[in-house]
T-cell receptor, first 112, second 113 residues
Framework: DQQVKQNSPSLSVQEGRISILNCDYT??????FLWYKKYPAEGPTFLIS?????DKNEDGRFTVFLNKSAKHLSLHIVPSQPGDSAVYFC???????????FGKGTTLSVSS | DTGVSQDPRHKITKRGQNVTFRCDPI?????LYWYRQTLGQGPEFLTY????????KSRLLSDRFSAERPKGSFSTLEIQRTEQGDSAMYLC???????????FGQGTRLTVV
């Protein structure tokens, strides 16, 4: 049973436009949500997080939105850059600093 | 370099052999995590430590897997009697206690032939 789902395996966007990556979860006990970016042959790199008491968190070009009633979160990247091309993972945990449950990832391709 | 360090980066072993991986976390981080990632999947949680105490183990961590963090600093993950299904990327991460984000190392790629 997959608790964190990223239903779009891939996304293609033009440079300068907005990239929107989506994530759904099933466990209402999740309190923390994170996005990671991963390049080939490297470990995941932390991007941004949000706790369940918030509905939005922003860091530079990256914004995460959380809709608890829909059990849905999204990552917006504006403007998208070719260097953003990578696999993006959504992850969730019940308590801060405990096990992260990851989705399968979405591969983002940003073309110039 | 003050990031999470894993050694070796790559390991090829014959089925039935034992392997051991090492992880050195970020120095001020007291929590250390092990994950496994296979092709087309996200990382799957295996276990985590707070200092030297192993606080949680996943059902994925069979009896052939053992992890230690004896002095609360570096950690080792041992796989005994390796099987072809153990072929994966083994990722280590660390965080401060109470911190939400974990920082990952570059991983150890295990291939069992």
């Amino acid at each position: 049973d997959q608790q964190v789902k990223q239903n779009s395996p891939s996304l293609s966007v033009q440079e300068g436009r907005i990239s929107i990556l989506n994530c759904d979860y099933t466990n209402s006990m999740f309190d923390y949500f994170l996005w990671y970016k991963k390049y080939p042959a490297e470990g995941p790199t932390f991007l941004i997080s949000i706790s369940s008491i918030k509905d939005k968190n922003e860091d530079g070009r990256f914004t995460v939105f959380l809709n608890k009633s829909a059990k849905h979160l999204s990552l917006h990247i504006v403007p998208s850059q070719p260097g953003d091309s990578a696999v993006y993972f959504c992850a969730a945990s019940r308590l801060a600093g405990t096990a992260l449950i990851f989705g399968k990832g979405t591969t983002l391709s940003v073309s110039s | 370099d003050t990031g999470v360090s894993q050694d070796p980066r790559h390991k090829i072993t014959k089925r039935g052999q034992n392997v051991t991986f090492r992880c050195d976390p970020i120095s001020e981080h007291n929590r250390l995590y092990w994950y496994r990632q296979t092709l087309g999947q996200g990382p799957e949680f295996l276990t985590y430590f707070q200092n030297e105490a192993q606080l949680e183990k996943s059902r994925l961590l069979s009896d052939r897997f053992s992890a230690e963090r004896p002095k609360g600093s570096f950690s080792t993950l041992e796989i005994q009697r390796t099987e072809q299904g153990d072929s994966a990327m083994y990722l280590c991460a660390s965080s401060v206690q109470g911190g939400t984000e974990a920082f990952f190392g570059q991983g150890t790629r295990l291939t069992v032939v």
